[in-house]
């Protein structure tokens, strides 16, 4: 398990009280709960993002830094815990995000992602003209799909163009690409249906706020999504092209094909489903307690599975080998 802390970006933390600790939000503050946090082992810091807060005698959360700006800031004054900056799509034109988190990146030498929120506050967005309508409460997740591609795109290949529902990019260039390739992680705090949807196509790392009863049923229900995208394979089935394998490996004596292939099982090669460190597991297991020497990996979408695969599964198996070969 890693710890992170929620850093206290806005007057007054988490607790809404009169009695609770009373404080104002500034960047020296910030800076010596990280540095803290980092010299005593934690393993990430996130600051969410604040428009407008909720008043009352606290004024609970009117006052508030911004968060790209005080992860730069922190980003300068440390050097191994992970940082996490919050953007709401609405205020911030894709193409800015890009250049803005690349520059944090950059700055922190590799340590730097974003938390994508939706945003569910209209009179945040609306004071300052944003709130595209309440209509936008069905429509925030497509919209977030739209602006974290054209994000992807600018941090992958430095420009794009592109034309979509809500942005148009003519040749839009980001220069440099940020250090870590193909995408800086991604944090989604999306907890119902759609929002955890969203998250599992889109993102590292799902942040849920929850008790345990809580937490149990959400990481249930995202695994439980990963696990539809492969039943939703085998509900369609090619039953035509089942016969046609097994008729031709009927020639085959030993009829090892025609084995591997039934209606509940659409893959031809064995499969993993799970997360990034249920696959890195169970390859860390076939290096380490098998002898095989190498394996050949196949996926549904090779156009953006090769690149998550290379960037998340491939570094945390090789460490943990190292790891194991070291103790």
Known sequence: M????????????????KASPQYMPTFELNRHVTMKAEEVGFDFALSMVKYRGYGGETEHWDYA???????????????????????????????????MAMTIDDISGGRFGINVITGWNKYEYAQIGLWPGDAYYNQRYDYAEEWLNVVKMLW????????????HLDDCLCLPTPRQQPSLPIVCAGMSDRGLRFTVEHAD????????????????????MAQAMAKLYADHADFGAFKGVVEASGN????STAKMMNKENVFITPTIIGSYETVSDYLLALETDTDVDGVLV????????????GRMVIPAVRKSALDVLSS
């Open 205 to 224: 790392i799902s942040f849920v706020a929850a008790d345990f009863a809580g937490c149990k049923a959400l990481s249930q229900k995202t695994k439980q």
């Open 65 to 99: 830094l911004d968060s790209l700006s005080l992860m730069a800031g922190l980003a300068s004054v440390t050097d191994r815990i992970r940082l996490y900056g919050t953007i709401q799509p609405l205020t911030l034109h894709p193409a800015m995000a890009a250049r």
């Open 298 to 309: 196949t996926f549904p979408d090779f156009l953006t599975d090769v690149e998550t695969f």
């Open 156 to 167: 992958k290949d430095g420009r794009a163009t592109y034309k979509g529902e809500h942005y």
């Open 252 to 255: 085959d004596p030993s009829g």
């Open 2 to 17: 890693e710890f992170g802390v929620f850093l206290p970006i806005a007057n007054n933390g988490w607790i809404i009280s």
